[in-house]
């Protein structure tokens, strides 16, 4: 932990986080009924807000004003006051620190500390004597699109235009996707923006992902800030590793859930053999600056090993896990005693395996993949979602899920009797 960090929460608790001073996660689309003409904008303090609709809407045309409205200044209050764990807005970061996971909070927070030359404790007392009011936007996650070509298992359609297709296709229809122009004062915010953080979707599909990095390079803006995307390793951006040059520092989050043919059935769409690829040229490229993914489900536990194998093959050592949270059914508390048993025997080797090698990241991961069992029991609720739920993935698929997973056989062919 970095000191401004650590004298951010000796000042204000261990339960604060930067995003909701610093940051905005801006997006101009959405999935909505189709009797709706136009869908507004909104801006949030994290992607992983879990809010009610038009919660964070932009009413007034005005990214700075959203920012400061009554719902931003409460959050912030909130956390100055040291009740993080009683915002149901911030729910999936609770959920997350709760059962052992890599804490997006915290994270988040790590992040601004490591890259940002900012006074954070000063500026939050500004914050506060400015009746919780802020003036510049320093870090922006922008999603401007849905637009994927990915499937994802545990994905939903407002986030990839492939899943939104699959639901359409499985009778969830009379939706739409809408896709907005930004906001009056989009530009002139990223004057003062340091970190741009570009999600989806996959970015790298993104007309406005490729239109916006050519503004800021003929804007003479892009050497003072750092980008990140998140890509599901579909591609490798050879047409912009120049333009990457032109910035401050490029940041690549990969998601990877697996090996094989866990990560084609988790990531519909997904061949390993590219993701593989382009993965490792993102990763071992000097210019870039890369972190892996990894979001635990209940498909993908049962090989966690596999993957930790394939880490330390590589020589990879930065990397995240998650707990998957678009669809918590999907995760370990659907998991009966007996899948879980052989998952956590599994792992309880390869720690054993790591641990006589020396070899610390990997250790800890094995043991923060142990600390989710203990924190996610099982639930029979969770068990009945996930096999209805997979029951549809493997319709409209021709891998099912016992072709990959086949430890999962009793309770699905019992559900087929």
Known sequence: MTDSLQDVFNTF??????????GGFYQTNEVVDESIVKHPNTIRPCSLIVSPPGSWDIKTDSIKDTRNNEKWREIRRLFIEGKFLDIPDCRVCTLTEEV?????????????AENLDIDFTSAIRACIDNDFCVDDLVVMDYYPSNYCNYACIMCAGGASSKRYTFEVKNGNGGRKIVVNEPDSDFYDALKTVRILNFTGGETLLQKQVHKLIDYLIDSNLASNIIISLLTNASSYPDTLIEKFKKFKRVIYTVSVDGVGPVIEYQRR?????????????????????????????AVNILSAMDFIDWLYNNNLHWFTISPVFRAEYLGITAMPDNLRIVAQQRLQQGLKKYQSMDCLPLVNAIKTLLSMFDNAKFNPNDLEKFINHIKKEDAA????????????????QEQEI
């Not at 061949?271 to 593989?276: F, G, P, Q």
Request: negative net charge.
């Open 13 to 22: 608790g261990d339960k604060m986080c930067l995003c909701p001073f610093f």
């Open 397 to 412: 698929s021709d891998l099912k899920l016992l072709n990959v997973v086949p430890e999962w056989a009793p309770w699905l």
């Open 100 to 112: 052992g996971g890599s804490s997006p909070r915290l994270g988040a927070s790590q992040y601004f």
């Open 269 to 297: 769409g997904a061949h390993w053999d590219v993701v593989e690829r382009n993965c490792l040229k993102i990763m071992h490229n000097p210019d870039l600056s890369g972190t892996i993914n990894y979001v635990v489900t």
